[in-house]
């Protein structure tokens, strides 16, 4: 079974500012079944990169992945008030899933 | 437009069974494509991914509750069935059913907007 291990845990950034997030897997990862996902309070997740590096529908181009194997990132390139949330990794191989998370919060 | 929507009970008694159902619209369970997953979140804490089914009726599971989900479809009634036996108090949760888009890509592209299920005496 593949662990996605997500850091840091919790991001404390200003409106603006840059914000690069990780996603290492135990084993190696196909490109094509790494997604990332956004979440928040009260809300479903939310699919922003399919493919290791695809923006999906309605993204803005703030948002980017990149990566493969076993080291994934996301990065936002300058972070808008509406980003501060929690975003998933997530592998769909064999057995299917999920990063524990990281928080990008305000500082 | 592709919807899900998930419904069951919100509250269910230590041992109980747990019967929730995934109605979708906006695409077809018999889209070879497509398939539904199920998800859940314990309160405050990250996603779990609980089993998926496909249009060839191929089923996965997770490892960890495998022996206790059953997934199943009725295609004609747009609708995907996930049951947990035994069910305690660590299983609450809210429950999302998801799409899954498969070829180049398996992703979750669609969400429900999910169910909270809590577990107690």
């Known amino acids: 079974e593949i662990v996605l291990t997500q850091s840091p845990g919790t991001l404390s950034l200003s409106p603006g500012e840059r914000a690069t997030l990780s996603c290492r897997a135990s084993?190696?990862?196909?490109?094509?079944?790494l997604a990332w996902y956004q979440q928040k309070p009260g809300q479903a997740p939310r699919l922003l990169i399919y493919?290791?590096?695809s923006r999906a529908t309605g993204i803005p181009d703030r948002f980017s992945g990149s990566g493969s194997g076993t080291d994934f990132t996301l990065t936002i390139s300058r972070l808008e008030p509406e980003d501060f949330a929690v975003y998933y990794c997530?592998?769909?191989?064999?057995?299917?899933?999920f990063g524990q998370g990281t928080k990008v919060e305000i500082k | 437009q592709v919807t899900l929507k998930e419904s069951g009970p919100v509250l269910v008694k230590p041992t109980e069974t747990l019967t929730l159902t995934c109605t979708v619209s906006?695409?077809?369970?018999?889209?070879?494509?497509?398939?539904v997953s199920w998800i859940r979140q314990p309160p405050g804490k990250a996603l779990e991914w609980l089993a998926h089914?496909?249009?060839?009726?191929?089923?996965s599971y997770s490892t960890s509750l495998k022996s206790r989900l059953t997934i199943s479809k009725d295609t004609s009634k747009s609708q995907v069935v996930l049951t947990m036996t035994n069910m305690d108090p660590v299983d609450t949760a809210t429950y999302y059913c998801?799409?899954?888009?498969?070829?180049?890509?398996?992703?979750?592209?669609?969400w429900g907007q999910g169910t909270l299920v809590t577990v107690s005496s």
């Open positions: 998801a799409r899954v888009s498969s070829g180049s890509y398996f992703v979750n592209d669609y």
């Open positions: 906006g695409f077809s369970l018999s889209n070879a494509r497509m398939g």
């Open positions: 089914i496909f249009s060839n009726d191929e089923k």
């Open positions: 084993q190696s990862v196909s490109s094509s079944y």
């Open positions: 493919g290791a590096s």
């Open positions: 997530q592998q769909y191989g064999s057995s299917p899933g």
